[in-house]
């Protein structure tokens, strides 16, 4: 298949694209680079030395002899372009990476908000108003998050995207399957339910064939292909913003900084594997809707965690220190989350848990570039409200300098 990979020179879209390369499909990388220009923005990098696009590209075909091409494009900004690059190349297949996606980087400022909702409506909307256009019927497999549903505990397990409900009619009790209601907890969560409404118009409007995947929280790094070469690897966010939650607490672990636990660390959240998100998109493009159907929603993730056991799990593997900070976003202290996932495990997904030992292998990563990480990168301190921004704590490892006159400082 022809596939183009929007977002393909992130964290999940450049391992889906050496993994789709792989597995024979002609792969078109569209990405504005935004992503490392927020980067220079936030004065931060990639914990792992991260080439050029071009030359991550020019490694694989060294390696494998398999051509990955790259297109620079803003899907927000250049519609006339993205309209053009989809009416020439065709893709049989469009996986939609290309958006702002850390939540705390989207409460930074008013001006982070803007952009968030600008960068993501927009790209999606595009590239819909696109495909249409220009009559492309590529199958579209995005990636949304499982933050669309907020994490407060309603008692029930999550469901793949639709919820039946009865209503009463004039004719009596009737059944219906309505989209599961989204409560979305930051701007950029609220991004992603909105994307979620432009699907459902497209798809039944003009019968796009759309996938939507709301992801959990991604960990790892290495993928198989991202191992072949040092210049193939995979970036790795470990800052306040970008930096999610298991992967933070790794390379905490490795440079001896403490366990930054926000709140209580009663959060549960959903986890999966980076190797197993690429796998799961590989089944999802096998599986296609037909035009005329709804969007088929699957839930991408394969085991739920509370953020203070995840604490303790790293503490006890390497002995590091847990410290407990005051909650920078506004959220419920404590929530469980029961999640299905049972599409992807019908269509043959084994997933990689926690257990599997690949937590070794990321604190020995994060050993290993520990020379180019900026601890003061580390604190979480985007607060969602004037008020929580107030009480954020910037130096968890208490290296500011202190009054010992006993004195008020
Ligand atoms: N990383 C996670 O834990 C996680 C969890 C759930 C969902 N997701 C979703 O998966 C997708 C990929 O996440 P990621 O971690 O790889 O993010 P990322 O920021 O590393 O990658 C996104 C890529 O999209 C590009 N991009 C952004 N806006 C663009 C635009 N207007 N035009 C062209 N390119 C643009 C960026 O330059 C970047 O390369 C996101 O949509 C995210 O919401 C990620």
Redesign the pocket.
């Given at each position: 298949m022809r596939i183009a990979v929007?977002?393909?020179?992130?964290?999940?879209?450049w391992p889906t694209c050496l993994h789709l390369s792989d597995l024979d499909h002609d792969i078109h990388i569209?990405?504005?680079?935004?992503?490392?220009w927020i980067d220079t923005e936030l004065g931060v990098q990639s914990l792992t030395p991260m080439d050029s696009i071009q030359e991550r590209c020019r490694i694989w075909r060294e390696v494998t002899g398999r051509r990955l091409n790259f297109h620079l494009?803003?899907?927000?900004?250049e519609y006339e372009r993205l309209k053009g690059w989809l009416a020439e190349h065709r893709p049989d297949a469009i996986i939609h990476?290309?958006?702002?996606?850390a939540a705390p980087y989207s409460m930074k400022t008013d001006r982070h908000k803007v952009y968030t909702v600008n960068?993501n409506v927009s790209?999606t909307h595009n590239l819909l108003a696109a495909m249409v256009e220009t009559g492309v019927d590529a199958h579209l497999v995005h990636?949304?998050?499982?933050?669309v549903y907020g994490y407060g505990t309603v008692g029930a397990a999550i469901p793949e995207g639709y919820l039946p409900v009865k209503v009463d009619t004039t004719d009596g009790e009737a059944e219906q399957e309505i989209l599961y209601p989204t409560r979305p907890g930051s701007v950029y969560h609220m991004t992603?339910s909105l994307d979620q409404i432009l699907f459902q118009f497209y798809a039944q409007n003009d019968g796009l064939r759309i996938t939507d995947l709301h992801?959990?929280?991604?960990w790892g790094t290495h993928t198989e292909q991202t191992r072949r070469h040092e210049q193939l690897i995979n970036?790795f966010d470990y800052d306040g913003d970008?930096g999610?939650v298991l992967n933070r607490f790794l390379i905490q672990a490795a440079i001896g900084y403490p366990l930054t636990v926000h709140g209580t660390g009663g959060q549960t959240r959903a986890f999966i594997h980076i190797q197993d998100s690429v796998r799961c998109i590989e089944l999802a493009l096998a599986d296609a809707p037909h035009a005329g159907e709804r969007v088929k929603i699957f839930n991408q993730m394969t085991e739920t965690h509370r953020v203070r056991d995840l604490a303790e799990l790293v503490a006890r593997k390497t002995g590091a220190r847990v410290a407990y900070l005051p909650n920078p976003r506004k959220e419920a202290e404590e929530n469980d989350l029961v999640v299905k996932n049972d599409q992807f495990l019908a269509l043959g997904l084994d997933p990689t848990t926690l257990a599997e030992g690949l937590l070794d292998e990321i604190v020995e990563v994060a050993r290993r570039y520990a020379h180019r990480i900026d601890r003061s990168r580390v604190p979480a301190v985007s607060a969602w409200t004037r008020d929580l921004a107030s009480r954020v704590e910037r130096d968890p490892e208490g290296t500011r300098l202190r009054s010992v006159s006993g004195g008020t400082a």
């Open positions: 929007l977002g393909g020179d992130g964290f999940v879209g569209v990405d504005n680079l935004s992503r490392r494009i803003d899907l927000a900004k990476f290309a958006e702002q996606r960068n790209a990636l949304g998050t499982m933050g992603k992801q959990g929280i991604v970036r970008y999610t």
